[in-house]
């Protein structure tokens, strides 16, 4: 699985954005998919996910009621909608997956802040919140 996240730019404090994640190769539609961040010298911190067909996700508490992550298996993507934006959510912003793109294991990933267990990674696109 090869990704590729975009969308990222400078945003004012209460604005929005959508990150796109472009997936390609083995069979996209069928994997859960992740976002993660990571602002500078922090660790990288588990955002979101979605599982395959789109009808189980997550939200950090640090997102959630201002984020909304969805896909389109057909075009291969997932999006992240991020809206009131906060200057704490500047970072670069990873889309993620697993090796066998299981939901349960990218879940675990996710809200249990841990990258390591993500095999697939896109470059990050960057989200600056600021004034």
């Known amino acids: 699985v090869q990704l590729q996240a975009s969308g990222g730019g400078l945003v004012q404090p209460g604005g929005s954005l959508r990150l796109s994640c472009a997936a390609s190769?083995?069979?996209?539609?069928?994997?859960?998919m992740g976002w993660f961040r990571q602002a500078p010298g922090k660790k990288r911190e588990g955002v979101s996910c979605?599982?395959?067909?789109?009808?189980?996700?997550f939200y950090a508490d640090s997102v959630k009621g201002r984020f909304t992550i969805s896909r389109d298996r057909v075009k291969s993507k997932v999006y992240l909608q991020m809206n009131s934006l906060k200057p704490e959510d500047t970072a670069l912003y990873y889309c993620?997956?697993?090796?066998?793109?299981?939901?349960?294991?990218?879940?675990?990933?996710?809200?249990?802040?841990?990258?390591?267990?993500?095999?697939?990674w896109g470059k990050g696109t960057l989200v600056t919140v600021s004034s």
């Open positions: 993620a997956a697993t090796e066998d793109g299981d939901y349960l294991e990218t879940l675990t990933a996710v809200a249990g802040d841990q990258p390591d267990d993500m095999k697939y």
């Open positions: 190769g083995r069979t996209f539609s069928s994997y859960a």
């Open positions: 979605i599982s395959f067909e789109g009808g189980s996700y």
